[in-house]
């Protein structure tokens, strides 16, 4: 088993809504990192509000056609045993924002005991686009993670959004990873879908989930001129298939023997659906 990492975390960090307590075995950390995106008046996104928290910090990067781009910066190890963390965004009417991180996230076993918690918050308002797009999260050996995803989507709202998970690190067996989302489109239920692989998790590397591959990822597009155009269901390559929702939106679900060949797979998708 990988040793984690030693982290120096404060007691306290108020200013960026964070709280982490901290004890001399088992260090935890508590932290929401927070932004809000919102049309400019000029064919922009502006961010009034760019709020890291603990081991999340957000960095503004070059957009482009007016779009705002922000990247998630890795400010320790994280997600660690007992952790629990959080990110929220918020895109206003008209505003296009763009989300994606600089490195892998690696869910790590911690000295605490319990499960890391990591939450993510989307709200997309009228006539507004949010592109999700971060890099894997990796579930390492001995790891224990709860990953939870909420979208809140407004009726002309527009989302992309990708999630790639690997199951362990290079010769390794992964650890334990639950992963949800619940994708809400004016109110009413989209998507709500809650996979489970690793120890403890019945099934979840036999012929009917992964059929022993270790990486595994969707590529969800909710468009409002689906409801003109609808996608038809297909296979996209021989691990991937695309699904039609009543939405309008399509799932793209796929599964590869590795990270490089499950990105191959989502972007030749994301080039299907337009």
């Known amino acids: 088993m990988t040793p ?15 709280v982490a307590a901290t004890g001399t075995s088992s260090p935890v950390v508590r932290a929401t990192a927070r932004l809000v995106a919102e049309a400019d008046g000029r064919g922009g996104t502006a961010l009034p509000v760019l709020a890291g928290g603990g081991p999340l910090a957000l960095r503004r990067t070059r957009g482009v056609g007016g779009e705002a781009c922000v990247t998630v910066v890795g400010a320790m190890s994280a997600p660690l045993g007992g952790d629990r963390i959080a990110l929220e965004a918020t895109v206003g009417p008209g505003a296009r924002l763009r989300i994606g991180s600089a490195a892998a996230t690696i869910a790590l076993p911690g000295r605490a005991a319990g499960p890391a918690h ?17 890099e894997p999260l990796i579930s390492a050996h001995g790891s224990e993670l709860l990953m939870t995803t909420r979208v809140e989507l407004a009726p002309t709202a527009r989302l992309v959004l990708r999630e790639e998970q690997i199951l362990g690190r290079t010769g390794e067996s992964p ?8 994708v809400h489109r004016a109110g009413r239920p989209l998507l709500d879908q809650e996979l489970a692989y ?6 979840w590397d036999g012929g009917a989930v992964l059929g022993g591959h270790r990486a595994v990822g ?10 003109t155009r609808p996608v038809t269901p297909r296979h996209l390559a021989e691990t991937a298939v695309l699904t039609p929702l009543t939405g309008p939106a399509a799932l793209v ?17 994301a080039a299907a659906v337009g």
Not at 4 to 18: I, Q
Not at 198 to 203: E, I, K, V
Not at 218 to 227: A, E, K, N, R
Not at 256 to 261: F, Y
């Open 4 to 18: 984690a990492p030693e982290r120096h975390v404060p007691v306290t960090r108020r200013g960026s809504g964070t």
């Open 118 to 134: 990591y939450e993510i918050r989307l709200t997309v308002a009228d006539g507004a686009t949010l592109r999700w797009l971060p």
């Open 175 to 182: 650890g334990h990873l639950t992963s949800r989302l619940t």
């Open 198 to 203: 690793g120890p403890g998790a019945p099934g």
């Open 218 to 227: 969707q590529l969800l597009v909710v468009d409002p001129s689906y409801d």
């Open 253 to 269: 679900t796929a599964v590869a023997p590795d990270a490089l060949h499950l990105r191959r797979a989502l972007d030749a998708a």
